[in-house]
């Protein structure tokens, strides 16, 4: 056979089989819209807003299309009570379940809960009692507390009983209403400083606390900078995790755009009976709408298991 006619016959071939051939992909979100996701994975507000725009009922909405049962506000303390309430309504009638708000303010610069200043100490103590109102409002359970900076005066066991002694004080207040405060540890690469780090240590703060309404929020992608060794970490601390937060890392976006086996640690999670949230705390890897259904997929592919 001639060369010519070779190179037609074999490209003619190739074109029938990729027509006939089934694709090799997994199944696309569009393909399983609305079949909720096996795990409640939590996206936020501003996470889908060029298919949802701007209004938070509209963005909620589109994330119960899309098969998200869980959501999550870090910001929901300082909306209006209107739109808390408005969320909530919207939660409750699309079968969303509510996942952490911040509830006090946050010391970047200075210390607070590790530190002897009552005026902080009111203070935290103060955010808190408001905060259970916000989350009698939108039917939380959960709320984030970062407990300040290093104070670099002092030494570190000091500090430590400083910060157990406050959150024993905001445990009195949370556990009448049986609410939990999750403390998330923080990489010091993106927030240097901080008080709180590791896992183990917020594991031992924890203990001493001893309390329901005192736990971890695991932050994966902080965890994975600070100190890897992610699922032997999460089953070391287990007793103690009420919370987890997702990121890929590098990037602190969606997963598979990292280097996170995420579909196995989903997989472990589950398999250890967690049916909690998973807070979706990052950012988008692509803009636009392309970029939301992106990131939907990459969901679709590791809640497959």
């Known amino acids: 056979m001639k060369r010519r006619s070779f190179v037609k016959l074999s490209a003619a071939t190739a074109a029938m089989a990729a027509v006939a051939a089934p694709s090799l992909a997994s199944p696309s979100s569009t393909t399983r819209k609305g079949q909720p996701f096996q795990m409640k994975y939590a996206p936020h507000l501003g996470m889908f807003k060029n298919h949802a725009g701007d209004d938070p009922v509209d963005q909620l909405n589109f994330m119960a299309d899309e098969g998200f049962t869980a959501f999550e506000d870090n910001s929901m303390k300082s909306r209006s009570i209107e739109t808390q309430e408005a969320m909530a309504r919207t939660m409750a009638s699309r079968g969303i379940e509510m996942g952490v708000f911040v509830a006090a303010k946050i010391y970047w610069q200075e210390p607070n809960l590790a530190s ?3 005026e902080l100490q009111d203070e935290f ?3 808190i ?3 259970v109102e916000v989350a009698k ?6 709320m ?3 407990p300040g900076h290093l104070d670099l005066r002092r030494d570190m066991g000091y500090q430590t009983v400083n910060a157990i002694d ?4 905001a445990c009195d207040i949370l556990e009448p209403h049986n609410l939990v405060m999750v403390l998330e540890p923080l990489n010091p690469m993106n927030h240097p400083g901080l ?5 183990s240590q917020a594991f031992e703060i924890c203990r001493a606390v001893g309390s329901p309404a005192c736990k ?10 600070t100190e890897g060794n992610l699922i032997p970490n999460i089953d070391a601390a287990w007793d103690e995790i009420a919370y987890f937060q997702i990121g890929d890392n590098p990037g602190r976006n969606e997963p598979t755009t990292g280097e996170i086996n995420y579909k196995n640690v989903f997989k472990h999670i589950q398999s250890k009976g967690y049916d909690g949230i998973l807070g979706m705390e990052h950012g988008n890897a692509a803009p636009g709408k392309e970029g939301e259904r992106a990131l939907i997929d990459a969901y679709r592919s590791v809640d497959s298991f």
């Open 116 to 118: 002897a200043n009552k």
């Open 125 to 127: 103590l103060q955010n």
């Open 129 to 131: 009692r408001e905060s």
């Open 137 to 142: 409002r939108v039917n939380a359970t959960w």
């Open 144 to 146: 984030t507390v970062v």
């Open 166 to 169: 406050n959150l024993k004080r």
């Open 195 to 199: 008080f709180l780090t590791k896992v």
């Open 216 to 225: 971890i929020l695991d932050d994966l992608y902080h965890q994975q900078i």
